[in-house]
C-alpha cells in the first residue's frame, strides 16, 4: 500500500490552478496587481490566554492592541485583555505551542493549536485602507492604526482580528476569522475590493521573514 | 447609532455590543424574602435620564463593563470596567476611549 501524507484544505476554496506546498492545498495563482488578497491559512495559529501582566505576558512581550515579531520570526498578535494569538509558519504550531507552554506563569494559561480551526487572510496594497473602510468603523488612518496595530471588531459584520502589518514598505493587514467564515469573509473583501481592482495571489511560505 | 466607549477597545458602535442590563444590588440569598428576590429579578427601574447599566463587547475583547448611559439622548458620560474583572492590584480602569499610554489596549 502506498503510503499517503494527508493534505490539508483551507475553509477557502483555492483559485486554479492550485498546488500542494506544506502540506496544505493552495492557489498557485500570482499576481503583480497593486492590490491583493491572499488565503494565509495555512499558517500555524496558536491561541495563548493568560494574566494579563504575568509572567507569560512579560515573556510574550506583546500588549493587547500591539502586535510584533519575536525572535524566531513569530508574529504575537495582542489580540485580545490576557489573549495572544501567534502566527507562524506552515507546520511550526506544536514547536510554537512549546516555546510558550514552558513558561512558568502562577496563573492559568492555557494554549491552543488553532490552525485548522481558523482562517486567515492578507490584503495588500495602498488602496487596502479604503477598502476596509466599507467593511470596517475603525479608523484605518496612520495616526490611530499605525503599523504594528491589533484590535478585533466587525469587519462585513464578522467578528475579526485585524493586524495592520505591512511588508516590505506595502500597506498590509492580516484578518483572523473562524473557519466556518472563511470564505464568507474572503468573498466580502473581494466584493468590497472590486473596484479597487482586487486580486487574488497565491500563498508563498514567508521563509526567513517568519510570517 | 449609538457611541459606546469600551475601558478596553475605546469607541465603537453599538452594534458590537450586548445588552445585559441595569446594575443593581444582588441580595445574600440567605438573608432575603421572596418579595426582594422577586424585586432584583425582574424589577428594573427603566428611568428617563441617567441609568448605569451592564454591557458585554461580544464583537471585540469580548468583557463586560460598565456604563453611565443617558436614556434620552444615548450620551454616555462614563464607563468602567466592573471591579470583579480588574486585575490583582489595579485600580478602576475608566477611560474615554484612549488607553494607549499605560502599556495595554487599544489605541484608538
Ligand atoms: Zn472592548
Redesign the pocket.
Known amino acids: 500500500m502506498v503510503e499517503r501524507a494527508p493534505v490539508a484544505r483551507s475553509p477557502i476554496a483555492p483559485a486554479p490552478p492550485t498546488t500542494i506546498e506544506y502540506g496544505w492545498e493552495i492557489s498557485a495563482r500570482s499576481s503583480d496587481a497593486e492590490l491583493k488578497i491572499t488565503d494565509c491559512t495555512p499558517l500555524a495559529k496558536v491561541l495563548v490566554l493568560a494574566p494579563m501582566y504575568g509572567e507569560l505576558a512579560r515573556a510574550l512581550g506583546v500588549p493587547f492592541g500591539r502586535a510584533a515579531r519575536d525572535t524566531h520570526g513569530t508574529l504575537v498578535v495582542g489580540s485580545g485583555p490576557g489573549e495572544w494569538l501567534l502566527l507562524a509558519a506552515p507546520g511550526t504550531n506544536q514547536a510554537v505551542g512549546k516555546r510558550v507552554e514552558v513558561v512558568q506563569d502562577e496563573g492559568l494559561v492555557s494554549v491552543f493549536d488553532a490552525t485548522h480551526g481558523r482562517a486567515l487572510i492578507r490584503i495588500t496594497g495602498p488602496r487596502t485602507p479604503d477598502l476596509l473602510a466599507k467593511v470596517c468603523a475603525i479608523d484605518f488612518a496612520d495616526e490611530v492604526t499605525p503599523d504594528g496595530a491589533a484590535f478585533r471588531s466587525s469587519v462585513a459584520k464578522l467578528v475579526t482580528d485585524v493586524v495592520r502589518d505591512d511588508s516590505g514598505g506595502a500597506r498590509s493587514y492580516l484578518l483572523h476569522c473562524e473557519r466556518s467564515s472563511g470564505q464568507y469573509l474572503f468573498d466580502a473583501l473581494i466584493d468590497a475590493g472590486d473596484e479597487f481592482g482586487i486580486e487574488v495571489d497565491g500563498f508563498v511560505d514567508p521563509g526567513d521573514r517568519g510570517v | 447609532m449609538i457611541l459606546l466607549p469600551?475601558?478596553?477597545?475605546g469607541p465603537?458602535n453599538v452594534s458590537?455590543f450586548r445588552y445585559v442590563g441595569e446594575v443593581s444590588e444582588r441580595p445574600d440569598p440567605n438573608e432575603t424574602g421572596v418579595e426582594e428576590w422577586r424585586t432584583f429579578l425582574y424589577t428594573r427601574n427603566n428611568p428617563v435620564g441617567w441609568t448605569t447599566e451592564t454591557w458585554f463587547?461580544s464583537a471585540?475583547?469580548?468583557?463586560h463593563?460598565i456604563a453611565e448611559r443617558h436614556t434620552m439622548t444615548n450620551e454616555v458620560r462614563a464607563s468602567r470596567l466592573p471591579e470583579a474583572q480588574l486585575p490583582e492590584g489595579q485600580e478602576e480602569r475608566a477611560t474615554g476611549g484612549n488607553v494607549a499610554g499605560d502599556g495595554g489596549g487599544?489605541i484608538y
Open positions: 469600551c475601558p478596553y477597545c465603537r458590537e463587547h471585540g475583547c469580548r468583557q463593563l487599544a
